[in-house]
């Protein structure tokens, strides 16, 4: 019995990890709060091209060549660096590394490093010296090397792969190696000696899930009734070969394993579930319609994501009646997708007046979960029915729920909710005033964008509040204030704003001194405001800290608004890419 023991210690781990691989692939985007403050205006300088020292790869095949072991290895990793971040000619070192992999007195750590460099290369032409190498370089080496070989069909590698699986006394990790080739490069040889494991309830579990996806790979039909007796013990002890049976059907789809796998997706294991639901989602996600009322009770948040993206490729109403609890998932990725799926929903003109009551139901309800994802689909569907509930939910108890409420609003500009977000503003901003600890709330930077959007002149004086460097505010609440200062009628004060914000663009000298997005900012507003005593200094300031710089680059788009002068913008930065252990003298 002490196998069976094993077994069980090893399928829990299994089981979470097979049902979070059948859906991890695919997270939800779901909708996100953004900032009209980002793109109004767009002042980012444009990304720095980068070059590369033209004498680094004569270089390194001059110490390729080399007498020191050490060297060599570490050119070798340069090399594959050098290559995955784009340096061109990386190619062109194969030959250069196939020399240095064969010479007969190549330490076996050097003879490692160049094979993971020469795979990064995807040097085919290096298969036959490599396949040659493996059987005296060990383990490290085969896990390197073996991959590659069958990612390029090298068939002299299946006869030795065929070997180590009808050889009892193979190694673990080789044995390992063996099976996942076999299944790469689909070798039919390999079915029966793989079935074999598979169906041996005493080989490591890991081994048996391994040749199981092999077999998966190879076969794309006939293997039904051998995953039928595997999926007939449904006791605790056959939670392995019910898992087995699924994956072995990874290819297949014909009506017996439809049968077969709908009989699995309701397993009791996750793990099981999860992979048939997988396949059948792959075949035909309206397979899994039928299923998806108590798949979505499920207590595996896998499970319950993967009926989601059934009911997500069937838009009609009885999905959308499905989704809505959803929206309160305790799962966040599973609830984010819930959203966007609804919203996706709501875009289809049958589906809209479904989708909008559906969300108002769930705006309503006492879940924090659900009020978040609820806000966001009232915003970005302009529902503007939910204004009222929405207003109350910027005093909620959860920040997540606030912030979205905040979004909400903004983006549907309902003229009756704004004194509800002045209330809200004043409020955090007389807590702020008794207490600071450096945080940031992102729902007083939505309520400053919603201010100044709106040209909301109440709102004046507890923006202008944000102003100072020393106000009890973060940076991006300051930056909202000041963006939202320069739309809304300042009623006489144009000259008064302009001279504070004159004052936080300049403030380069103090300790510590302005940061860079409010003199930035700054620059804008006296842009938007038109402030023509501030000209001088933002001609200073644009030549100071360049027009290669947000300061300077705003600084510019303001000269231009106020004056109509058309300045020169920002150049590409060129740079040197650098760091090399081993590289030419600049000089």
């Known amino acids: 019995m002490n196998w069976q023991h094993a077994t ?23 909708l996100t709060v953004d900032s009209a403050m980002e793109s109004d205006p767009t002042v980012a300088p444009p990304p720095p091209k980068i070059v590369y020292q033209k004498q680094l790869k004569p270089l390194w095949l001059k110490a390729l060549a080399g007498p020191e072991a050490d060297l060599r290895r570490e050119v070798a990793q ?27 007195d190549q330490r076996s750590v050097v003879r490692l490093e160049i094979a993971r460099t020469l795979v990064v290369l995807d040097a085919k032409e290096a298969a036959v010296p490599l396949f040659e190498l493996l059987e005296e370089q060990g383990l490290s080496f085969a896990q390197v090397v073996e991959p590659a070989l069958s990612a390029w069909d090298h068939k ?31 070798e039919t040889k390999a079915v029966e000696p793989l079935w074999k494991l598979v169906q041996k309830r005493t080989t490591q579990a890991s081994f048996r899930l391994d040749a199981a996806d092999a077999l998966g790979r190879i076969q794309d039909t006939g293997l039904v009734e051998r995953a039928q007796m595997l999926a007939a013990d449904k006791t605790p002890l056959g939670n392995v070969d019910r898992l087995l049976a699924a994956r072995l059907l990874s290819q297949h789809s014909d009506e017996a394993t439809r049968r077969l796998l709908l009989e699995l997706a309701v397993d009791r294991q996750p793990a ?3 992979v048939a639901l997988q396949r059948l989602l792959e075949i035909n996600s309206l397979l899994v319609i039928p299923l998806t009322v108590e798949l979505l009770k499920n207590p595996d948040a896998n499970i319950r994501m993967l009926a989601a993206r059934a009911r997500a490729t069937h838009a009609v109403a009885s999905s959308v009646e499905q989704l809505e609890p959803v929206l309160n998932d305790p799962h966040p990725d599973v609830r984010r997708f819930a959203c966007n799926t609804l919203f996706s929903f709501g875009l289809k003109a049958d589906l809209d007046a479904a989708v909008r009551k559906a969300a108002t139901l769930v705006l309503g309800g ?20 939910s204004a009222a509930r929405l207003a109350k939910l910027l005093d909620a108890p959860r920040e997540e729920v606030r912030i979205a409420a905040a979004w909400a609003l903004r983006k549907l500009a309902v003229a009756s909710t704004l004194p509800a977000m002045l209330a809200r503003a004043l409020k955090v901003a007389d807590k702020r005033k008794q207490e600071f600890d450096g945080t940031h709330d992102e729902q007083l930077t939505q309520l400053m964008q919603t201010f100044g959007q709106r040209k909301y002149e109440p709102a004046l004086e507890v923006a202008w509040r944000l102003i100072p460097k020393m106000a009890p505010f973060s940076e991006r609440e300051r930056v909202a204030a000041i963006w939202a200062l320069g739309h809304i009628d300042l009623g006489g004060r144009q000259r008064e704003l302009s001279g504070l914000l004159q004052g936080r663009l300049a403030d380069v000298l103090t300790s510590p001194a302005e940061v860079h997005p409010v003199r930035a900012m700054s620059a804008v507003t006296l842009g938007r405001i038109k402030a023509t005593d501030a000209v001088d200094n933002l001609r200073k300031f644009y030549k100071l800290d360049s027009p290669n710089s947000e300061v300077g680059l705003a600084c510019r788009w303001a000269i231009q608004r106020i004056t109509g002068e058309r300045l020169p913008g920002a150049t590409v930065r060129i740079i040197e890419a650098g760091g090399w252990r081993l590289a030419p003298n600049s000089k």
């Open 272 to 274: 099981v579930s999860a």
């Open 8 to 30: 069980t210690a090893v399928v829990g781990f299994l089981i979470v990890t097979a049902s979070w691989c059948a859906t991890a692939a695919e997270p939800p985007a779901g």
């Open 366 to 385: 006492e879940d924090w979960r659900g009020q978040e994802q609820a806000a966001l689909l009232m915003g970005a569907l302009d529902h503007k029915p």
């Open 156 to 186: 002299p590698i299946r006869n030795r792969w065929m070997a180590r699986i009808e050889d009892t006394r193979t190694r673990r990790g080789m044995l390992q190696l063996a099976i996942r080739g076999l299944g790469r490069v689909r």
């Open 78 to 104: 340069m090399i594959s660096h050098a290559h995955r971040i784009g340096v061109p000619g990386m190619k062109e070192t194969a030959g250069a590394l196939i020399e240095s992999l064969t010479a007969d």
